[in-house]
């Protein structure tokens, strides 16, 4: 079945302690990135992946890093988070060619809570 | 920045017709996606459009304007489980900028 996996779904943390979510999606995409949503602001993207070692930041990218070593995976560091990162995360990907585009298949979110 | 600007919420009879639109900053401006959220769900793609005019799919429609700055997604006979989120997403270059999403209500 073709997905996009996250871990963990939930995950309750307290500041500065570091954390990665993984992602991981087994459609060969090229292109994924990572999201946020928070009520009233939708989702807002924080680094994005257009293939293996080729990373750029999206729009709220502080307190964030990526890597993507393998096409597959693409996880999301928070080397020392902080209670204003609490939010729902949401890993896509996508093929990638240029314009036009593809849809974006998304997980199913990972809802994070720093105290 | 980009803004994308869409209704907050809406609501509709179960059977009628709504058009939720949305608006954007033409600059750099590559392609449009809908995206229907379900609360505590994933999106999903309901529709993309590159250029002007109507794309239609089943009882969903998308139109596009590209000079105008400006969409609106159309959904027909309208069922309760259309109740959602529908979230307007702008392609600008590699990145993929969302509105905050308009939440649709259904009621009988």
């Known amino acids: 079945e073709a997905q996009v996996t996250q871990n963990p779904r939930y995950l309750i943390t307290v500041t500065g302690k570091k954390l990665t979510v993984t992602c991981s999606q087994n459609?060969?995409?090229?292109?994924m990135s990572w999201y946020r949503q928070d009520p009233g602001l939708g989702l807002r993207q924080i680094y994005y992946s257009m293939n293996v070692e080729v990373t750029d930041k999206g729009d709220v990218p502080e307190g964030y890093k990526v890597s993507r070593k393998e096409k597959r995976n693409f996880p999301l560091i928070l080397e020392s988070p902080s209670p204003n990162q609490t939010s729902l995360y949401f890993c896509?990907?996508?093929?990638?060619?240029?314009?036009?585009?593809?849809?974006?298949?998304f997980g199913p979110g990972t809802r994070l809570t720093v105290t | 920045g980009q803004n994308i600007d869409q209704p907050t919420e809406m609501t509709a009879t179960e059977g009628a017709i709504v058009q939720i639109n949305c608006t954007y900053q033409?600059?750099?401006?590559?392609?449009l996606f809908w995206y229907q959220q379900h609360a505590g769900e994933a999106p999903t793609f309901l529709s993309y459009n590159v250029l002007d005019g109507l794309e239609e799919k089943g009882r969903f429609s998308s139109f596009l304007s590209r000079s105008k700055g400006y969409s609106y997604l159309l959904l027909k006979e309208l069922q309760m489980k259309d109740s959602a989120s529908y979230l307007c997403a702008v392609e600008y270059g590699n990145k993929l900028v969302f509105g905050a999403g308009t939440i649709l209500r259904v009621k009988s």
């Open positions: 459609m060969n995409h090229e292109y």
């Open positions: 033409t600059s750099g401006f590559n392609g």
């Open positions: 896509a990907s996508s093929q990638f060619s240029g314009v036009p585009s593809y849809e974006q298949y």
